[in-house]
Nanobody
């Protein structure tokens, strides 16, 4: 069974920074696009950023130039560096692993989420 485990969520003041981590196991890590999504109560889960095994990235407009996604294929981990945080970034952040176009038919996986709260 595949497992994704997030860590690093915390309470932080506006303008502060956090680094989220996602540790993966039970899957062929390099065959997956890794992503970070976030969700607030009463709203749909939304994409924050994704990164392919080769390092190609996609960012939501709301986080571009503030957040940086990365991955370490040897350690089977992905990361989200979050800078200049605002209260609108408050959400539960979820790690995601989606099969690449070269690995069709496999299911995607989600972590259990980590809470990020931006408040003074």
């Amino acid at each position: 069974q595949a497992h994704l485990v997030e860590s690093g969520g915390d309470l932080v003041q506006p303008g502060g920074s956090l680094r989220l981590s996602c540790d993966a196991s039970g899957l062929l890590f390099t065959f997956y696009v890794m992503g970070w999504y976030r969700e607030v109560p009463g709203k749909q889960r939304e994409l924050v950023a994704t990164i392919t095994s080769q390092g190609k990235t996609v960012y939501a407009d709301s986080v571009k130039d503030r957040f940086t996604i990365s991955r370490d294929n040897d350690n089977r981990s992905s990361y989200l560096q979050m800078n200049n945080l605002t209260p609108e970034d408050t959400a539960v952040y979820y790690c995601n692993a989606k099969p690449s176009i070269f690995h069709p038919g496999a299911p995607e996986h989600w972590g259990q989420g980590t809470q990020v709260t931006v408040s003074s």
